[in-house]
Structure formats: C-alpha cells, structure tokens
C-alpha cells in the first residue's frame, strides 16, 4: 500500500513539492487527495487497462 501511495504522489505533477508535503496536503485537504487519485488513476498505458499507480 505504501508503494502504490508514493506512485500516486509521483505521478501527481500540480504542485511542485516534495513527496512528504504532497504527503501532509492530501491528508489535511480532501481536494487535493482526489487531484492526487485522479492522477494516478488517469495515467495509464493505451495498450494496457492497468492503472499507473501499481
């Protein structure tokens, strides 16, 4: 679970921060977790179905 939570902090490009902030912004703001979700969700391969963020 840890790794696929780093993945989809790396894979979040809106802020310019590192991991452990993007890390406390997603805990303190609703907002921003679902912009966080959103983008590990949304980055994916076109050949494959597999989410970004394994």
């Known amino acids: 679970m840890r790794r696929i ?3 989809a902090l790396n894979l979040e490009q809106s802020l310019k921060r590192s991991n452990r ?8 703001d609703n907002n921003y977790m679902l912009t966080v979700l ?3 969700l949304s980055q994916h391969d076109d050949h494959t179905s597999q989410p970004g963020c394994q």
């Open 5 to 7: 939570a780093l993945n």
């Open 21 to 28: 902030q993007k890390s406390n912004g997603a805990a303190m």
């Open 38 to 40: 959103t983008a590990c």
